[in-house]
């Protein structure tokens, strides 16, 4: 897990974030620090749908 929070938190600075590309192979928005948002994900919100068959689930 410690991973996935290093990942994201070069995404907190504003300069940083707004260097997302787009990654035509997976579909998805990425950043050089190799942080991506997963597009079902990215959808659901986005559309305000649930993603079918999904139980949401936190571990820390």
Known sequence: MRFCIA???P???KKYFAQVELNHETGTIQ???GA??????LYA???????PNCK???SV
């Open 36 to 41: 991506d948002l997963d597009p079902d994900v």
């Open 45 to 51: 919100v986005i559309s305000n749908q649930p993603i």
């Open 7 to 9: 990942v994201f938190a």
């Open 11 to 13: 995404l907190q600075d």
């Open 31 to 33: 950043w050089q620090s």
């Open 56 to 58: 949401l689930s936190r």
